[in-house]
């Protein structure tokens, strides 16, 4: 997939700085926060974190005592990211190598936005081939209809493209992809972020 290819490689020239400017950015946001140690709470088994990053969401999961697996397209944050938890992957978000009903939950925190609108829903079927049955989706996005493209970030040219979701859209898809919505908001930016309201959606599969 080229959006994919695309945001490997801008992945990889950005980590090191992404690692530093965002590490910590769960201690300024306390409904993410919530919602991931709710996601810890609920299960005792394997937590895929989807498009990991450095891996400091997944860390946030791990330090509750589950055991995490990072998967990031980037081999750079892939890299970051095996540091934080108990294993990283290198693959895209709509083909994850997992065999099907294996793993407990998945966090997928701003990664969908890397998906051209088409494929939100194959990325959605992924999750539910890999999760166990009762198993939970705790993923967020960028409120918004437009695609948008990205030249500079964090000080580097790249080639990079994200796609703003509706809370409708994010629904409907989820139960196209035969998962339950448990739970559909958003909320308004903190002043440490940009201008967009987030999403999140909880999804359990049947």
Aim: charge should be negative; aromatic fraction near 6%; charged fraction near 25%.
């Amino acid at each position: 997939m080229a959006s994919q290819h695309r945001a490997a490689a801008a992945y990889d020239t950005v980590a090191a700085e992404y690692d530093l400017r965002f590490c910590d950015e769960l201690d300024g946001k306390p409904r993410d926060r919530e919602l991931l140690d709710g996601l810890a709470a609920r299960a005792s088994g394997v937590v895929l974190d989807v498009g990991s990053g450095p891996g400091h969401i997944g860390a946030r999961i791990r330090a509750s005592g589950r055991p995490v697996v990072a998967v990031d397209v980037s081999l750079a944050m892939a890299d970051a990211a095996a540091r934080r938890v108990d294993a990283a992957l290198v693959a895209d978000t709509v083909h994850i190598p997992v065999r099907a009903a294996t793993i407990s939950d998945i966090v997928a925190f701003y990664s969908i936005i890397h998906l051209p609108r088409l494929r939100l829903g194959d990325a959605l079927r992924e999750f539910a081939r890999v999760l166990v049955p009762g198993g939970h989706v705790l993923l967020s996005a960028h409120e918004g209809t437009e695609d948008v493209a990205v030249t500079e970030f964090l000080g580097h040219q790249v080639d990079l493209s994200a796609t703003f979701f509706t809370l409708d859209e994010l629904v409907a898809a989820a139960v196209d992809a035969g998962l339950t919505v448990t739970l559909a908001e958003r909320r308004a930016p903190y002043a440490t972020e940009g201008s967009t309201n987030r999403l999140y959606v909880e999804l359990e599969n049947q």
